[in-house]
């Protein structure tokens, strides 16, 4: 059980168009999802936070207007990289909580973006 | 300033030996320690989960510990199999009050396991 699918699992576009990222919790309902980007040998960095139904709360730094993320319903977020460069260039993670005390977020198995 | 480090950065044993990894912590409010492994291209793993309350957690072959007066932990793994080669993360979550709980990566190590 708390499977996480990410699709795409790699995409590449070019410079200036917009990507959708989606992720969704299989078997479980997540309250909570999260969004992480990893560039190569570093660690995985927060974006945002977010909860079904509400605005997703971004991480210091991160531009909103560029990550734009939807969390329609409650197996279901998406991030979209709008007028991407090739610095977003990154390996994008998302994990989603259940929403019941045990602490676990579930992560999927992230989606590999290359701008060219 | 909340970090976490690891060491060694990578590691490299041979199959069968056991090995132990570091984790510091300088996050607070701390509320717990995570353990993934992580293979190449792939999402986090979760190993254990570990509260402030708690020393020692097993999953398998592997075992972390905690100690939270120090502000460290470890994670062993017995009898290493060529299938343990992947990047192990400590993370810790950071209870905002203002903005919710955030989980800070360490770096993570890398381990080979070689025949």
């Known amino acids: 059980g708390a499977v996480v699918s990410q699709h795409p699992s790699w995409v590449i576009c070019k410079s200036g168009t917009s990507v959708k990222i989606e992720c969704r919790s299989l078997d479980f309902q997540a309250t909570t999802m999260f969004w992480y980007r990893q560039f190569p040998k570093q660690s995985l960095m927060l974006m945002a936070t977010?909860?079904?139904?509400?605005?997703?709360?971004?991480e210091q730094g991160v531009e909103k207007d560029k990550f734009l993320i939807n969390h329609a319903s409650l197996t279901l977020s998406t991030l979209t990289v709008t007028s991407a460069h090739p610095e977003d260039s990154s390996f994008y993670i998302c994990?989603?909580?259940?929403?019941?005390?045990?602490?676990?977020?579930?992560f999927g198995p992230g989606t590999r973006l290359t701008v060219t | 300033k909340n970090q976490v480090e690891q060491s060694p950065q990578s590691l490299i044993i041979l199959e069968g030996k056991n090995c132990t990894l570091q984790?510091?912590?300088?996050?607070?409010?701390?509320?717990?320690l995570r353990w993934y492994k992580q293979d190449t291209g792939r999402g986090p793993v979760s190993l254990t989960i570990m509260t402030f309350s708690e020393n020692t957690k097993s999953n398998g072959r592997y075992t972390a510990t905690l100690d939270a007066d120090t502000k460290q932990s470890s994670l062993h793994i017995t009898a290493s199999q060529l299938s343990d080669s992947a990047s192990y993360i400590c993370v810790v979550t950071l209870e905002r009050p203002q903005a919710g709980t955030a989980l800070i990566f360490g770096k993570g190590t890398t381990l080979s396991v070689s025949s």
């Open positions: 994990s989603a909580h259940p929403g019941f005390t045990n602490y676990e977020q579930y």
């Open positions: 984790c510091n912590y300088t996050v607070s409010p701390f509320s717990n």
């Open positions: 977010s909860n079904e139904g509400s605005k997703a709360t971004y």
